[in-house]
């Protein structure tokens, strides 16, 4: 079982991550945007029971967004987002920290491997990997 651990800037919290995320991407959806003011999203998914918070529990701050069902959890200290939760309960972990907690390497098994809600995105990304829009009937379907 592979375990991947993240923390924040001050390193008051730390968390756990275990198995393998549900996705690793990039999302493209226009709620990310929103929650995190970005064009688009490089990510992990994780299930809810695969995340442990090991350290620091609380110094995290909750921001639930006032009309999406997301939330931004953060250290109350240095402000260092650590992880968002969507709909779907998954706990989304930014590349960039698993990133900026292990070297400044990304483990390639976590290496974004396609592109979701393609069909939201705000700039064209030039790149092999498929790319997956949302179809009339709600799935997600890949480009041609």
Partial sequence: MMTYKI???C????ISLSNKPIVHAFCHCEDCRELLDIPFHSVTAWKEEEVSINKGL??????QHPTLNMQKHFCKHCGEVLFNTNG???????QLLISKCNGNELPQELISNR???YEQRVTDIQDDLPKYLRG???LLYQEE
Avoid: L
Avoid at 11 to 14: I, Y
Avoid at 88 to 94: E, I, P
């Fill in 7 to 9: 923390h924040c800037n």
């Fill in 11 to 14: 390193e008051r919290v730390e």
């Fill in 58 to 63: 609380d110094t995290i701050t909750v921001f």
């Fill in 88 to 94: 779907m309960n998954w706990c989304v972990v930014s």
């Fill in 115 to 117: 592109h979701f809600f």
């Fill in 136 to 138: 009339t009937d709600g």
